[in-house]
């Protein structure tokens, strides 16, 4: 019997820009210490188009003490 794989659903992504814009502090630096991600990271979720699979995008709400839907308000519309 032939074996029958599930198709694969996209994953969902998430704007990174949002994480920083959750931030009082502006220093790409201090950013990337919060985050535990290099600065180089941090200059990249500034651009508009980064985005972030869910689990990264949990990951780091968590971090700043939210529920990822406090920040991204899509995030139960999306299909897991």
Not at 38 to 60: C, E, G, V
Request: with cysteine.
């Amino acid at each position: 019997m032939p074996n029958k794989r599930r198709k694969k659903q996209p994953q969902p992504k998430y704007q990174a820009l949002k994480l920083l814009r959750n931030r009082i502090e502006n220093s790409d630096h201090i950013n990337a210490t919060f985050f535990g991600v290099t600065r180089s990271t941090i200059l990249r979720w500034r651009n508009p188009k980064t985005m972030l699979n869910q689990y990264d995008a949990d990951h780091y709400a968590i971090k700043l003490g939210k529920h990822p839907s406090e920040i991204w308000t899509d995030w139960f519309d999306q299909p897991c």
